[in-house]
């Protein structure tokens, strides 16, 4: 039983925003024979992944969200009564790139990120392992940082985002909240005005100004 629970903790996570515990709980629930038992199961687990999400719950579809990522985690193969229809292997596994001109046709899976995000992570999808990919992923993860606090005008822990981003990805994406770290939130939605290195170019520009100005007055002396 002991090394079971070893070879769990070492399997990468499948939806990390929910845990260690909880996917193994999914994974128990999956191998419950009784109908009834696993059903009930399913309920408990449901609850539980209920209080982790704590920014999610204005959400419309927000129950259902929950059961389509209990599927999920069970990589399919739970057999319970699901209350809303869930996502399937093929539909979880398909390619999401479209047009641009395409987007609108159906909401975005995160409101607050649109979009303009998931062609962002969909970018990043398609590159290359190395350190064109993964600058690129931690700039579409500042970028769901500064869209999430400005949406929901309260500041947001890096492992959410990076969680999200994980998601958003299929597992593709996955970013180390103790190797990678994002900028403050009160950074990201500063009004542009108090950008300091705005204001130093400005400074620059004037005294290069001043300086020329300088210089032009010279010569018209020496033409007199």
Known sequence: MLQDYKEN????LILPQYGRNVQNMVDRCVEIEDPTTRQQCAETIIDTM??????DK???DFEEVLWDHLYIMSRFRLDVDFPYP????EEYEEPTVRRLD?????????????HVIERMVEIVKGLPEGEERDELARVTAVE???QYCSWNKSSVADSKIFADLYELSK??????????TLPEAGALTA???????????NNRKNNNRGRGNKGGNRNKKKRR
């Open 9 to 12: 903790d070492a399997k990468p």
């Open 144 to 146: 769901m940082k500064r």
């Open 191 to 201: 009004p542009s005005g108090n950008n300091p290195q705005k204001s130093n170019n």
């Open 171 to 180: 597992g593709e994406i996955y970013l180390d909240e103790h190797i990678c």
């Open 58 to 60: 204005d959400r419309e």
């Open 86 to 89: 869930v996502t399937s292997q």
């Open 50 to 55: 209920r209080s982790f999400a704590t920014t």
């Open 102 to 114: 395409d987007n609108t046709q159906r909401p975005p899976i995160y409101r607050h990120y649109g």
